[in-house]
């Protein structure tokens, strides 16, 4: 009998002990705690093309068609400079073809009469290689003077200054009477179509392919579809940029707003993350309850402070309150509102 009782007391006492062992603590699912936070970053429209147009010949500035805020297309004229010097030699280099081709004429004649008379037996072929000589001579000077002719077009084109693709002068250096050096800016012209947005991001942030990007510039939303994301991370901002093209309307070249995306990924609140140490590094993560007992489940890429990306199962369990105090396989109980 005494026995009995003994068991029932020690029975007892071990069941209160395992009770005491285990920490009370409150949990959540994941479905109850994940949302898809909205992120934002820093970004600017770039225009794919902006160029100092610059003269590439020394003359005085004779014509000024464009100004600024004028729209051009490719190919038209927007300076004008002092061609005469570059007209005169380009006269003089296709005088100078045009002299030789009368040299050329004469001299072809001349050998194919050197030739019959040959074949006749009338001249030896000293006099017939003579012949030759000088046409492959005259041959030659033609080859290196059209190459003259093409140089002094060159210069003579060089007087006109085109738009190299459409857009708007947004600066204006020429001024009418002043000597343009080779390299010296005459204007400034931007592309209006086709520009792109430059956007930096923390390396962190994934995107998909068909994710809901946004420009928000003057609270005017752009949609933004992603064309790149360069394989370099800036060491000093620690971001990675990316280029975005604009499917839609087009904002201005050069005005800088934000890049709006929302998370593909579920997140878990910032607050849900503890730091323990696995091996001989710490992690950051959240603690689990599974089968009565707190798991640390590490957490890739988290930032203390910031929401994180999670692929936990969505009935999974997370220690909510006496996440901080609870350790890695430690028996715990789900407080009543947890039940």
């Not at 949302?35 to 970053?41: I, L, R």
């Not at 962190?204 to 003057?218: A, C, G, P, R, V």
């Not at 949609?223 to 991370?233: H, I």
Request: with cysteine; aromatic share 6%.
């Amino acid at each position: 009998m005494a026995t009995s009782r003994l068991t029932v007391v020690l029975a007892a006492l071990l069941l209160t002990l395992n009770a005491q062992a285990e920490t009370p603590v409150s949990a959540e699912p994941v479905s109850a705690l994940v949302f898809y936070p909205e992120f934002s970053a820093p970004a600017e429209v770039i225009s794919k093309q902006d160029a100092f147009l610059s003269a590439q010949i020394s003359a005085q500035i004779e014509k000024i068609h464009s100004q600024v805020g004028d729209q051009v297309a490719a190919g038209d004229t927007l300076v004008e400079l002092d061609c005469a010097i570059y007209q005169a030699q380009l006269n003089t280099q296709r005088a100078a073809l045009g002299e030789i081709d009368v040299q050329l004429s004469l001299a072809s004649d001349q050998y194919t009469r050197a030739k019959r008379l040959n074949e006749a037996g009338n001249l030896g072929e000293e006099g017939l290689q003579q012949r030759a000589t000088e046409l492959e001579a005259l041959q030659a000077r033609r080859v290196v003077q059209e190459q003259q002719v093409k140089v002094a077009q060159i210069s003579v084109d060089r007087c006109v200054v085109t738009a190299p693709f459409a857009g708007v002068v947004t600066e204006r250096a020429a001024q009418l009477g002043a000597l343009a050096a080779p390299g010296s800016p005459l204007m400034r012209l931007v592309q209006l179509a086709d520009a792109e947005l430059s956007a930096r991001v923390p390396p962190t942030q994934s995107f998909s392919e068909n994710q809901l990007l946004k420009f928000d510039y003057l609270n005017r939303d752009y949609p933004a579809q992603l064309r790149v994301v360069l394989p370099v991370v800036d060491s000093r901002q620690r971001t990675q940029e990316l280029r975005l093209t604009f499917p839609e309307q087009l904002p201005p070249p050069g005005a800088a707003g934000r890049l709006l995306w929302q998370a593909s990924q579920p997140h878990l609140p910032a607050e849900l993350l503890v730091r323990r140490q696995q091996g001989e590094a710490w992690k950051l993560g959240v603690m689990v309850v599974v089968d009565g007992t707190a798991v640390f489940y590490p957490a890739e890429n988290a930032i203390e402070g910031q929401p994180f990306a999670t692929d936990l199962p969505k009935d999974s369990m997370i220690i909510t309150d006496g996440r901080l105090l609870v350790r890695e396989g430690e028996a715990v109980s789900l407080r009543g509102d947890a039940l």
